[in-house]
């Protein structure tokens, strides 16, 4: 009997083999949303119990409780739906809705009445939490300040100034990180600060509150001016994104972009009245 060798594109049994190709997953043009709902959940810090992250209508984060409630059982002001990943604070008409997880969160001291199903769920969920601290599966997290960093620089977190508002960022400008996918469905390494693209400069500007914050002392404070750069640059720093993913729009992103709207009263302890000193290896901008 003669042997049989199978071909390259065969197997050992002599059956074809069938290549699957990769399928790049991309985001439609017409998605309100970029943001994978993979990993987009968490424990809250407070009370240890599942949350769900996701993008409000101001491009804000919120947690939600991952269950959806009867809408009759709940009061108006709690109501919050989902269309098309973002989250809306009212009702969408039918006779479900989610909640934020602060209404019932037994570490969060509430400053209004709930009702009785909220408040009755706000107690298993509070057993639950003693639960987890007593098997000691679970420690409540401290509350933590922002420690002036080793490095040269304003703030641990600086105030960047961008299409008509500010902001406040998750880290030093320079460590800003790009929060798109990359082709190893991995998160890109790669910073939004780059020397090839037009940069910011720090300027002292008025610390004067925007619309609807309370007003403080008029005085000069440490920014991160983007205002000059053009909309396409002010947008790509917005949606925290480096060059190369600026120009795929389908690619998605697999956190939140860590941009708070600054608040002069909220965030005081990031207000610096002086400019940063210049870091090593880079040239601050005039």
Do not use: K, N
């Not at 119990?49 to 991952?66: E, M, S, V």
């Not at 002069?264 to 302890?269: Q, R």
């Amino acid at each position: 009997m003669r042997p049989h060798t199978p071909s390259a594109d065969c197997h050992w049994d002599g059956s074809r083999r069938t290549p699957h190709p990769r399928r790049p997953l991309r985001v439609a043009a017409t998605s309100p949303s970029r943001l994978l709902r993979a990993g987009q959940s968490g424990r809250c810090r407070r009370c240890g119990h599942h949350i769900d992250w996701y993008q409000r209508t101001d491009q804000r984060p919120i947690a939600l409780h991952p269950r959806e409630l009867a809408a009759s059982r709940v009061p108006a002001s709690c109501r919050w739906h989902l269309s098309g990943g973002i989250a809306h604070p009212h009702g969408d008409g039918s006779a479900w809705c989610r909640i934020p997880h602060l209404v019932i969160c037994p570490g969060h001291t509430l400053t209004a009445p709930t009702g009785p199903h909220l408040e009755s769920v706000r107690r298993r969920l509070a057993v639950r939490t003693r639960r987890l601290i007593d098997t000691g599966l679970f420690t409540p997290a401290p509350e933590t300040t922002c420690t002036p960093p080793a490095r040269s620089g304003p703030s641990c977190r600086p105030v960047a100034q961008m299409l008509l508002s500010r902001y406040l960022a998750e880290a030093p400008i320079e460590d800003l990180r790009c929060v798109a996918q990359s082709r190893q469905r991995r998160r890109c390494p790669q910073p939004v600060l780059t020397p090839t693209t037009p940069q910011g400069r720090w300027t002292l500007l008025p610390a004067s509150p925007q619309r609807g914050q309370l007003a403080l002392p008029a005085g000069p404070m440490a920014v991160y001016d983007l205002s000059r750069l053009p909309y396409a640059e002010q947008l790509r720093w917005r949606t925290q994104r480096c060059p190369s993913h600026a120009a795929t729009p389908g690619a998605a992103d697999l956190t939140l972009a860590g941009w708070q709207p600054f608040d002069p009263l909220l965030h005081a302890a990031h207000v610096h009245t002086r400019l940063p000193h210049p870091v090593s290896g880079r040239r601050r901008e005039a």
